[in-house]
């Protein structure tokens, strides 16, 4: 067994040198509208167990009218089915931009110039560990899979999940410093160590043996 750290994060630097040479701007419709375009919040929302629930889709949305943040919400097709079927439309304020679901190109062009991201992704919590983006993002679950982004300082869990404690989660986050600059899941390297561990270990590959009827 070979640790070699996360491709995700290969595919992050990869990406983010593509963006870095096209010198092309976001669309106007997924600009943030205030004037200083990096004093916004990225949110995502997408997880069944969440967006199904209705009193924690409106929890969510409340914290989020109530937090005077400007925020940018793609917003996922299974959420929207259910803020319009749960009757919570009104509870997406002038601050919630929300626009359609995002390409990866443009997804990390926000997520880099963002101020912090609130969300339920996994990936994201990778993804905020990469250097060149280095965010702190507040996880609306009780749980998660990637313990190594909060040790590293990236990631908060926000464990209670009523529209109070959000708010409160959401003033911390707020003030806390950029995490140290060390990415858990690698800094976009692992592919090559993969194909030299395979070049260096190819006297164990050996061929299987064929019975002859």
Do not use: W
């Not at 595919?11 to 004037?35: E, F, G, M, Q, T």
């Not at 989660?169 to 995490?179: C, L, V």
Request: hydrophobic residues 35%; charged residues 25%; proline residues 4%.
């Amino acid at each position: 067994i070979h640790v070699v750290v996360n491709t995700v994060m290969d595919a992050v630097k990869l990406c983010l040198d593509l963006n870095n040479n096209n010198k092309d701007k976001l669309d106007y419709n997924i600009r943030p509208k205030k004037r200083n375009n990096t004093d916004f919040v990225l949110v995502t929302l997408h997880r069944q167990e969440n967006v199904d629930n209705r009193d924690f889709l409106k929890q969510v949305l409340t914290a989020l009218a109530e937090s005077g943040l400007s925020c940018i919400f793609p917003l996922h097709p299974r959420t929207l089915k259910r803020i319009n079927e749960f009757g919570l439309e009104d509870l997406i304020t002038r601050e919630i931009q929300v626009i359609e679901p995002l390409g990866y190109f443009d997804f990390l062009r926000l997520l880099k110039i963002c101020r912090f991201v609130i969300t339920d992704s996994g990936g994201i919590q990778e993804e905020i560990t990469f250097p060149q983006i280095n965010k702190h993002a507040l996880v609306l679950r009780r749980s998660t899979e990637r313990p190594e982004s909060i040790k590293s300082g990236h990631t908060v869990l926000c464990q209670d999940q009523d529209h109070y404690s959000i708010l409160q989660e959401i003033k911390k986050i707020k003030a806390m410093q950029p995490a140290d600059n060390v990415c858990p899941y690698g800094y976009g390297n692992s592919a090559q160590e993969i194909v030299k561990i395979l070049v260096n270990n190819t006297h164990y590959i050996t061929k299987p043996k064929i019975a002859m009827a």
